[in-house]
């Protein structure tokens, strides 16, 4: 069924791991996430961006979601807005039906970002929607905003931004960056930061965005097909697992996504080079979309069975 996190969230604290949050920009990624959520009878989050909208439509997200909801009611679903850029958005968001939705202020300065996310909750909450905010700066492209630099969450003013937002969950910086690009050198958490973000908050349910873990199979074989996903790099699954112990609920992924639908219909249409029907290579993609989450669910956010 349809529902919001806080349950969702609740249980997923309390067992120490976390949910998912797949990013979907079509019917295959719907239904390659589902699919794996469902054999491995796993509560899951489908996060739309503001890009994800603009090249579907948020009618159209709605809908397959919906049908997919008809497909298979007993996996617990929550439909989230990934990284809302303003308070319309959100606004849009939730009087379309969306149970959560992110307000990301995080390049705005601390009372800005305050203010924007607090607006945003006291529209939502009337309205029984949850709502994530960010505090603290992603390296790399965020939306639109570029940030150079990470800039790691502070913990004593995610608890004041907590307390004076009334935000429900919190997307922190502790050294993830979104894209397939995210470590030059070895990867490296500041999980001494998480923590004390964690320890200052109890109880509290904390989000990683950037955490796909960019499977080097994925990038050989884009490469190795056409491709040129050069030097890319992700988090390592060990590290996601121990962030799913220290309050952290949701993990983001989209790039991981992106690179096993590519590879696959990559590899298809080299070794088929007369075929044409887009059925024949979406087919085996959404597969590959479908194994890589369950194996996300299964060893990285350790949800299986939570359904
Ligand atoms: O955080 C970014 C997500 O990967 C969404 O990316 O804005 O290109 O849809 P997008
Ligand atoms: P990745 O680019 O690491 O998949 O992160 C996705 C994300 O954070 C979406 O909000
Ligand atoms: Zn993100």
Redo the contacts with the bound molecule.
């Keep these: 069924p349809l529902m919001g996190p806080k349950e969702m969230f609740a249980a997923a604290y309390a067992g120490r791991y976390a949910v998912g949050?797949f990013?979907v920009n079509n019917m295959e990624i719907v239904q390659g996430i589902m699919r794996a959520a469902s054999e491995e009878k796993s509560p899951v989050i489908l996060?739309v961006?503001a890009g994800a909208r603009k090249y579907a439509g948020q009618t159209y997200i709605m809908k397959l979601v919906e049908a997919a909801l008809i497909d298979d009611p007993s996996v617990p679903v929550v439909v989230h807005l990934?990284?809302g850029p303003s308070f319309e958005m959100c606004k849009d968001c939730i009087d379309g039906g969306f149970t959560s939705v992110?307000i990301d202020g995080s390049h705005l300065p601390y009372e800005e970002n305050i203010a924007l996310t607090k607006q945003v909750v006291d529209y939502a909450h009337p309205k029984g929607v949850w709502v994530e905010a960010e505090l603290g700066k992603?390296a790399g492209v965020e939306e639109h905003v570029s940030s150079a630099e990470h800039v790691y969450t502070d913990p004593d003013e995610a608890v004041d931004f907590v307390r004076r937002t009334g935000c429900d969950s919190l997307a922190v910086a502790i050294g993830?960056?979104?894209?397939?690009y995210?470590f030059k050198g070895e990867a490296k958490l500041d999980f001494a930061r998480l923590e004390a973000i964690s320890a200052k908050l109890p109880g509290y349910p904390l989000v990683?965005?950037?955490?796909?873990s960019?499977p080097q199979e994925f990038v050989e074989l884009c490469n190795k097909y056409g491709g040129q996903v050069g030097g890319a790099r992700?988090?390592p699954e060990d590290m996601l697992r121990k962030a799913a112990g220290m309050g952290v609920c949701k993990i983001?992924?989209?790039?991981?996504?992106?690179l096993a639908l590519t590879a696959s219909i990559r590899q298809f249409l080299a070794e088929h080079p007369e075929q044409f029907d887009p059925r024949s290579y979406l087919t085996p993609a959404r597969e590959a979309v479908k194994n890589m989450v369950a194996h996300k669910i299964r060893n990285v956010m350790g949800s299986s069975g939570k359904a």
């Design positions: 949050a990013n996060q961006s990934d990284h992110m992603l993830t960056s979104h894209g397939a995210k990683l965005h950037g955490a796909s960019v992700g988090v983001n992924v989209d790039t991981d996504i992106r």
